[in-house]
T-cell receptor
Framework: QKEVEQNSGPLSVPEGAIASLNCTYS??????FFWYRQYSGKSPELIMS????GDKEDGRFTAQLNKASQYVSLLIRDSQPSDSATYLC??????????????FGRGTQLTVWP | DAGITQSPRYKITETGRQVTLMCHQT?????MFWYRQDLGHGLRLIYY???????DKGEVPDGYVVSRSKTENFPLTLESATRSQTSVYFC???????????FGNGTRLTVT
């Protein structure tokens, strides 16, 4: 079983604050990592992908990957009410294979209040 | 329009009936996936396909059947629907093994 665990939440932050979302995974061979945002009643949409250790920044979003600790996080700076959604961590555990499977955590619900 | 489309968007069926959920993508992506999403469980992988005529089981395949005779289509069939299969079903596709997934709009299935 390829386990992906997220901090359960819900997480509530004031507008303008930094929201920190965390994810751990069980398979040390995992090779690609993604963060998705899902609004209620909608399909998941990609926010960030990260493949190498370190930080990756895109606008207000920063993904951090630490393969040694099997940990990936998402920071949202200057949080806005429009960021209120469920954030899903996804992991491809199949290093060196062509299976391409992607496993998801259960998600963390984020609320940004004005 | 290019993209990935699922049909129907909503479906109500009775226990024991067979139902097929359709998924069509126009990107010629090699990989296609079916997930179900239930409260408290997140997205769980049902079946996936790495190419036409290649399919394999995911985390929760029991009670489901898939086929992939053409690259662009990946239908999911519930052979004899049960109430536990009431869920939102998402189809997704990607072009390469490490690409992110692109999701369809989902099908909300209710089994009565």
């Amino acid at each position: 079983q390829k386990e992906v665990e997220q901090n359960s939440g819900p997480l509530s932050v004031p507008e303008g604050a930094i929201a920190s979302l965390n994810c751990t995974y069980s398979d040390r061979g995992s090779q690609s990592f993604f963060w998705y945002r899902q609004y209620s009643g909608k399909s998941p949409e990609l926010i960030m992908s990260i493949y190498s250790n370190g930080d990756k920044e895109d606008g207000r979003f920063t993904a951090q990957l630490n393969k040694a600790s099997q940990y990936v996080s998402l920071l949202i700076r200057d949080s806005q009410p429009s960021d209120s959604a469920t954030y899903l961590c996804a992991v491809n555990p199949d290093r060196g294979s062509t299976l391409g499977r992607l496993y998801f955590g259960r998600g963390t619900q984020l609320t940004v209040w004005p | 329009d290019a993209g990935i489309t699922q049909s129907p968007r909503y479906k109500i069926t009775e226990t024991g009936r067979q139902v097929t959920l359709m998924c069509h993508q126009t990107w010629s992506h090699s990989y296609m996936f079916w997930y179900r999403q239930d409260l408290g469980h997140g997205l769980r992988l049902i079946y996936y396909s790495a190419a036409a005529d290649i399919t394999d089981k995911g985390e929760v395949p029991d009670g489901y059947v898939v086929s992939r005779s053409k690259t662009e289509n990946f239908p999911l069939t519930l052979e004899s629907a049960t109430r536990s299969q009431t869920s939102v079903y998402f189809c997704a596709s990607k072009g390469t093994v490490n690409s992110p997934l692109h999701f369809g709009n989902g099908t909300r299935l209710t089994v009565t």
